[in-house]
Each structure stands twice: as structure tokens, then as C-alpha cells.
């Protein structure tokens, strides 16, 4: 099993290769700003987009959490906090003005890459567009009247 906090876990090396491939940049652990000790697996800075791609166990994935048995109530405690803090991380980031991007690492590299590169190009800047909506049309009333 590997530990917490570890680095460059397969799903997470699957999906950046993906992505690199799609062509798109970014960085790797890198420290959650203003709170240094946490660290987001893949930033695209500019896009100010923070992805974190969490293992089943460490942040109790609703379909593989497992419920060690042995001190069973130092692990719901310790598995608690995990969950807790990372709420807390994403809350910190999105009031930050971030888009947070959470994923579990059971699912399929490609579809987590599709969802991020979707995320990436949706925050690329576009000019605005103009307003479109009901109100605009003109007219109407000018019926023939003899
Ligand atoms: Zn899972």
C-alpha cells in the first residue's frame, strides 16, 4: 500500500501523460498556497485550476473505502481528519478564486484527463459575448388599420 502522501502514483502518472499529450502544461506538487505543508497534484496556474487526484483509501472513496479492523477507531479518526482537511483545502483554494478539480484514483485516467482539459479550455479567456435574451425584438403592432 503506498503511503500518504505519496508521489507519482499510477493514476496520477497515467493522467499527466494524457494530458501532455493533449498538449497541455503544467506543474506537479505543488505547494496549496498559503497553506505550504498541503500540496496540489497538478496546477495549471494561469487557469488558476488545482487538480487532486485522491487515493480510495487515504480520503475514503464511497465505493473501496476499507474500515481497518484492527484499531478500527484510531483509523475512522485518522481517515476523518484526512477527509475533513481536504474539504477544508478545497474550500481555502476556491475562496482563493481557484477551481478545484477532485478525483478518485479508481477512475479510468482518460475520462479524468477529458475532464480536466474540458475545465482547462473553459477558462481560457474569450472575448465576452454579447448579451443575448428575450426583450430585443422590435415591432410588432404595425398591423395594417383602415
Ligand atoms: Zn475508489
Known amino acids: 500500500m ?15 501523460r494524457l494530458l501532455h499529450a493533449s498538449g497541455l502544461r ?11 505543508r498541503r500540496t ?10 488545482a487538480i487532486f487526484l485522491d487515493g480510495c483509501f487515504w480520503h475514503g472513496c464511497p465505493k473501496h473505502a476499507t474500515q481497518p479492523k484492527a484499531n478500527a ?4 479518526a ?22 478545484v478539480l477532485r478525483f478518485w484514483e479508481h477512475e479510468s485516467a482518460a475520462n ?3 475532464c480536466i482539459s474540458e ?5 481560457r479567456p474569450t472575448p465576452p459575448r454579447p448579451p443575448s435574451g428575450p426583450g430585443l425584438t422590435e415591432g410588432g403592432n404595425s398591423g395594417n388599420q383602415s
Request: no cysteine; aromatic share 8%; net charge positive.
Open 26 to 36: 503544467y506543474r506537479v506538487n505543488v505547494p496549496v498556497p498559503g497553506m505550504p
Open 40 to 49: 496540489i497534484d497538478i496546477v495549471f496556474s494561469k487557469a488558476k485550476i
Open 78 to 99: 485518522k481517515l476523518d481528519k484526512n477527509m475533513a482537511r481536504d474539504l477544508e483545502t478545497t474550500e481555502h483554494l476556491t475562496t482563493a478564486g481557484w477551481t
Open 2 to 16: 503506498s503511503r500518504q502522501g505519496s508521489r507519482d502514483t499510477a493514476p496520477e502518472v497515467a493522467v499527466r
Open 112 to 114: 479524468v484527463a477529458h
Open 73 to 76: 477507531e484510531w483509523w475512522r
Open 119 to 123: 475545465s482547462v479550455a473553459s477558462k
